[in-house]
């Protein structure tokens, strides 16, 4: 049996979207494990064998089929081998766009419609295997929030086979790690609040995360819709959850396993954004006090970032640079600095002292 190389997948949909390509997966098929190793390619799959291109460092997976046996996202019997074909290898995917290849000679092998869905912009699942994995209730709502802007939909059978998913109660078996991953995506979207639309829209919202308000999503679409210089995932993170109720947050970054630095950064955007968006109001000792209670001094960076986020929701990068100005001035002022003789509580206040007249003197230059 000779061995053929496909470009499948996101890479082949891209394309024909045209829109940029930047990930590459291939399919093998006709090849065994030992035929790929001899050639000099990498294992790196533990649930099916995936390969890496000696060169290129390139995903190759054999073509495979699955079969599920048990609930969760490793509940599947893979068989990869020389004679599962390409068309029962695109057979197991989720959706007809993603289920295109491409042959080396530039051929386009489409069983499964997706071209004719790409045309008419859906969103639409393969088969009623499409039923096995309840990630893909996440995957459908993430791709129409990335191709909302192009004109997609989902196909109404594809939102009935997952509200009845929903209702059967199959995404209790979603760890958090998968969910935290498909979200993330969704935030890097255009249209990220199209991601929270739908997962609504079919029941899943209250499950995944019931703290977040209508109110909310439509305050990340006002910032979606704006363009955003860096840190659009976090930006998108903090503003969706702005104006959650800090216990509230804290429980669903747990229950998400957010980073430390994501529950640290959105929970001081969440508390003092209020207080940050009106610097220009503000007298030194507010300053100073905001300042202190983000611990701007001993941990700078994550200042920066809660910095940079507000500017990002603000669409005002003025404020951060006033915010940077006066942690620097603040910094300035060191224990060693003050030549009075207090220690202990009595030489905070002298530092405090110091502080504040230097933001009021900056302060009155610019006034």
């Known amino acids: 049996m000779t061995m053929e190389v496909y470009l499948v997948g996101g890479a082949v949909r891209d394309s024909l979207l045209g829109l940029p390509v930047t990930e590459r997966d291939y399919v093998v098929v006709g090849a065994t494990e030992q035929e790929m190793l001899d050639a000099g390619y990498r294992t790196v799959g533990k649930d099916f064998p995936v390969f890496l291109h000696p060169e290129t460092q390139e995903e190759y997976a054999l ?40 042959s080396g000679s530039g051929e386009i ?14 969103l639409k699942h393969v088969s009623d295997a499409f039923l096995e994995d309840p990630l893909r209730v996440l995957r459908v709502a993430r791709f ?60 899943a919202h209250d499950f995944l995360w019931p703290e977040i308000t209508m109110d909310d999503i439509d305050n990340l679409r006002r910032l979606s819709s704006t363009h955003l210089p860096s840190e659009q995932i976090e930006t998108c993170f903090s503003g969706l959850t702005m ?18 630095n994501r529950t640290e950064t959105s929970g001081l955007v969440a508390r003092f954004y209020s207080t940050w968006i009106q610097l220009n109001q503000l007298d030194a000792q507010d300053i100073i006090s905001l300042l202190q209670q983000t611990d701007a001094l001993r941990k700078s960076a994550r200042f920066d970032a809660f910095n940079e986020i507000c500017a990002n929701i603000s669409n ?11 942690r620097n001035l603040v910094a300035t002022v060191r224990a ?23 933001v009021k003197a900056a302060i009155s230059a610019n006034e």
Not at 316 to 326: D, E
Not at 341 to 352: C, H, M, N, Q, V
Request: net charge negative.
């Open 243 to 260: 104006n959650v109720d800090g216990a509230e947050l804290k429980s669903l970054c747990q229950r998400l396993k957010c980073s430390n």
């Open 336 to 358: 060693s600095d003050i030549d009075t003789g207090e220690t202990g509580p009595a030489l905070g206040k002298a530092i405090r002292e110091a502080q504040t007249k230097l």
């Open 144 to 203: 129409y929030s990335r191709f909302f802007h192009l004109g997609f939909t989902v196909h109404p059978d594809t939102t009935a086979l997952i509200v009845r998913m929903v209702k059967e109660g199959q995404i209790t078996e979603l760890t958090p790690e998968r969910i935290h991953g498909e979200l993330d995506k969704a935030l890097n979207t255009k249209d990220p609040a199209v991601f929270f639309d739908y997962l609504h829209q079919v029941g």
């Open 63 to 102: 073509a495979r089929t699955e079969r599920k046996t048990s609930p969760g996202h490793t509940g599947f019997v893979c068989y990869a081998s020389p004679d599962v074909t390409l068309d029962e290898d695109l057979l197991r995917r989720d959706l007809t766009i993603n289920a295109i290849a491409r």
């Open 316 to 326: 005002h990068q003025s404020l951060a640079t006033g915010w940077t100005h006066f």
């Open 109 to 122: 092998k489409d069983p499964l419609g997706g071209q004719a869905d790409i045309a008419s912009k859906s």
